[in-house]
């Protein structure tokens, strides 16, 4: 019997998001991950997709810090999705996704600025925006 790796847990979760099933996503990383396996970065963006499809903010904060205590470092898809995930209602959220992207010495995308100025703007925090 194959026995799963995380290239076939990447692919999983990735068709599982492509699908929408959030419930199923987030519960096949977690067998994932007590099965020992460690996420790699293809797999931490899948998870990381998911989130930003689900608009969930606290779940892709928590999951950068997951990131950077792990051996898998995030990249500029990681915080651009992250970002994304924040959406417009957390402004305080996006925040968090510039001070994680600053204290890796990573400068922010476009993308990223851009994400930031609208949460920012959404919540009369232009100030910290510009």
């Given at each position: 019997?194959?026995?799963?790796?995380?290239?076939?847990?990447?692919?999983?979760?990735?068709?599982?998001?492509?699908?929408?099933?959030?419930?199923?996503?987030?519960?096949?990383?977690?067998?994932?991950?007590?099965?020992?396996?460690?996420?790699?970065?293809a797999?931490?963006?899948?998870?990381?997709?998911?989130?930003?499809?689900?608009?969930?903010?606290?779940?892709?904060?928590?999951?950068?810090?997951?990131?950077?205590?792990?051996?898998v470092?995030?990249?500029?898809?990681?915080?651009?999705?992250?970002?994304?995930?924040?959406?417009?209602?957390?402004?305080?959220?996006?925040?968090?996704?510039?001070?994680?992207?600053?204290?890796?010495?990573?400068?922010?995308?476009?993308?990223?600025?851009?994400?930031?100025?609208?949460?920012?703007?959404?919540?009369?925090?232009w100030?910290?925006?510009?």
């Amino acid at each position: 019997v194959l026995e799963p790796d995380v290239s076939i847990y990447s692919e999983i979760i990735g068709v599982l998001v492509g699908l929408g099933r959030w419930t199923l996503v987030m519960d096949t990383f977690t067998r994932m991950k007590r099965q020992g396996i460690q996420p790699n970065l293809a797999c931490y963006n899948c998870m990381m997709r998911a989130y930003a499809e689900s608009n969930n903010a606290e779940r892709a904060v928590e999951l950068l810090q997951d990131m950077r205590q792990s051996a898998v470092k995030p990249n500029m898809t990681s915080y651009e999705l992250a970002c994304k995930a924040c959406g417009r209602k957390h402004g305080e959220k996006t925040l968090s996704v510039l001070s994680f992207m600053k204290v890796a010495d990573v400068v922010p995308s476009a993308v990223c600025y851009r994400r930031a100025i609208r949460a920012m703007g959404q919540h009369t925090m232009w100030e910290k925006g510009v």
